[in-house]
Nanobody, 119 residues
């Protein structure tokens, strides 16, 4: 089993920045990739960014150039640096981990952290 714990969410003004962190614990040897997804009210969950153990990254078009995903393998932690935030980025952000993205319900998920961007 793998446990994922997110932190770093909160309220930020439009145009501001925020950093999310996700720490993995448990059977982390089974994890090849980690990532961030988000779900806004009334919308489906969507991929934000993913990163593999080799460092390959993938981003949603809506966040390219504004968000950066990174990983500290020694600390089993993945980060999401978010910049130029706007109201459309308001959502619950979930950390996910597994063998290969896209992640499904069969993979590991955190409880989520709320990000609210005020206009």
């Amino acid at each position: 089993q793998v446990q994922l714990v997110e932190s770093g969410g909160g309220l930020v003004q439009g145009g501001g920045s925020l950093r999310l962190s996700c720490v993995a614990s448990g059977s982390i040897f089974s994890l090849n990739a980690m990532g961030w997804y988000r779900q806004a009210p009334g919308k489906q969950r969507e991929m934000v960014a993913t990163i593999t153990s080799a460092g390959a990254t993938n981003y949603a078009d809506s966040v390219k150039g504004r968000f950066t995903i990174s990983r500290d393998r020694a600390k089993s932690t993945v980060f999401l640096d978010m910049g130029s935030l706007n109201a459309e980025d308001t959502a619950v952000y979930f950390c996910a981990a597994g063998w290969s993205p896209p992640f499904t319900e069969a993979d590991y998920w955190g409880q989520g952290t709320q990000v609210t961007v005020s206009s």
